[in-house]
Nanobody, 127 residues
């Protein structure tokens, strides 16, 4: 049984940093590129970042480049997302997801090719 559990969200002040975690079990974590998505109320889901199965290559949405940093620990089957200089517009539910490939496809941010989703962790940024 696949389990993907996000944690680390909460209410934070603008300008602060936060690190989200996604702990997985029941799947060959090391085989898959992993992604983070977010969805704010009333908005479409947005692909935030993707990381190659090895961790050697990463991709980011233009809206978060320079502030979001994705990483993974294959020994712990865990995915991370560090968010620096938080802004109120970062307020959203953040989800981790596995892809069906070992690398990030060109369409990674569209949400296609996702094998499993986590349940999400809420990040709320106050101004």
């Amino acid at each position: 049984q696949v389990q993907m559990v996000e944690s680390g969200g909460g209410l934070v002040q603008a300008g602060r940093s936060l690190t989200l975690s996604c702990t997985t079990s029941g799947l060959p974590f090391v085989n898959y590129a992993m992604t983070w998505f977010r969805q704010a109320p009333g908005k479409e889901r947005e692909g935030v970042s993707c990381i190659h199965r090895s961790g050697a290559r990463t991709n980011y949405a233009d809206s978060v480049k320079g502030r979001f940093f994705i990483s993974r620990d294959n020994a712990k089957n865990t995915l991370y997302l560090q968010i620096d200089s938080l802004k109120p517009e970062d307020t959203a539910m953040y989800y981790c997801a596995t892809t069906t490939l070992g690398s990030c496809a060109g369409s990674w941010s569209s949400g296609t090719g996702i094998r499993h989703w986590g349940q999400g962790t809420q990040v709320t940024v106050s101004s």
